[in-house]
């Protein structure tokens, strides 16, 4: 059975930074792993992704400048590393793989993913 947890979320004062980690086991090969984030009474929104065998990383316009995505060397952990967070970046944030090269896009990787772990909360303050 896959698995995928994320841990790292807390709460932190605007301008400080978090990263957020997700160990997945059992994943079967994927074309991309990456992050997305649901705020209460929002829609989920597409944060990071990263493909698989590929260096380049993407990134959301709402995040771009302030959070980058990476993976460990056996692929079987993510990172999200957010600097600079805002009062609106708070959320809940989920790591997602995806079979499916359709999948792997900032729209459609919070809804359309195979693989989504239970997600840990991001809560910033002023």
């Known amino acids: 059975q896959v698995q995928m947890v994320e841990s790292g979320g807390g709460s932190v004062q ?3 930074s978090l990263k957020l980690s997700c160990a997945a086991s059992r994943l079967p090969y994927v074309t991309c792993m990456g992050w997305f984030r ?3 009474g929002k829609e989920r929104e597409g944060v990071a992704l990263i493909f698989t065998g590929s260096p380049t990383t ?3 316009d709402s995040v771009k400048g302030r959070f980058s995505i990476s993976q460990d060397n056996g692929g079987n952990t ?10 609106e970046d708070s959320a809940m944030y989920y790591c997602a793989a995806a079979r499916y090269r359709s999948a792997c ?3 459609a990787i919070g809804t359309r993913s195979e693989y989504q772990g239970q997600g840990t909360q ?3 303050s002023l």
């Not at 993510?78 to 009062?87: A, E, F, I, T």
């Open 105 to 107: 896009t900032m729209a």
């Open 38 to 40: 649901q705020a209460l």
């Open 58 to 60: 993407y990134v959301a």
């Open 14 to 16: 605007a301008g400080g």
């Open 78 to 87: 993510l990172y999200l590393q957010m600097n600079s967070l805002k009062p």
């Open 122 to 124: 991001v809560t910033v």
